[in-house]
């Protein structure tokens, strides 16, 4: 195993666990402020707290997609393409989605400084940076995981393999590798 095929392991496994750590608590928090609502005595904050966390598993979670290759995409048309013509449109598209989230990064940062000094309003302990910080990190960590996922899908784009292929490929070795 290659340094950089551990390490996208290593990347893998920890959003996997983060994601999974912010759904359960997100689940958590609405299931007990639903309860607790029930019974009288409602929690001021899980309304902020719970669409913050939601964000929060929506920028995580597409950096795991984009390290899978996960995102809607258009692999019929692609590869119904002549050669030269597909990896022209595979490069173009690559270029305007690091684009995007590398404006999206900056962006991202800008609003960091601008909320300098201003706190939750339910939770006035939190500060607004800590919870907006999702949004150049998650950027970031799009663009660590396009790049790290790039080999496997240029591979794919000169072999003429649809990423569905490639998925059931996937399963079916690690059926494979489970068998006595």
């Keep these: 195993m290659t340094g950089l095929t551990r390490f996208r392991t ?17 689940t958590t928090v609405v299931v007990l402020a639903a309860i607790w609502r029930k019974a009288g005595a409602s929690f001021v904050w899980y309304d902020e707290v719970g669409s913050i966390m939601l964000a929060w598993i929506t920028y995580y979670g597409a950096a795991l997609a984009a390290l899978k290759r996960g995102h809607i995409g258009f692999d019929g048309i692609l590869l119904a393409m002549p050669y030269r013509w597909r990896i022209g449109a595979a490069a173009i ?29 339910s939770l006035p302990w939190v500060p607004i940076q800590i919870t907006q910080s999702v949004i150049p990190i998650g950027a ?21 393999i649809s990423a569905d292929e490639a998925e059931i ?3 079916l070795e690690a059926q494979e590798t489970l068998r006595p």
Excluded at 15 to 23: D, K, N, Q, S, Y
Excluded at 96 to 111: E, S, Y
Excluded at 151 to 160: D, F, G, I, Q, V
């Design 93 to 121: 598209a690559e270029i305007v989605v690091f684009a995007f989230f590398i404006v999206l990064a900056w962006t991202g940062w800008q609003v960091l400084q601008v909320l300098q000094g201003m706190r939750l309003i």
């Design 10 to 26: 290593v990347l893998e496994r920890t959003l996997e666990a983060w994601l999974v750590f912010l759904i359960v608590a997100m």
């Design 169 to 171: 490929a996937e399963h």
């Design 140 to 160: 970031i960590l799009f663009i660590i995981c396009e790049v790290l996922s790039l080999p496997e899908y240029w591979h794919r784009l000169r072999e003429k």
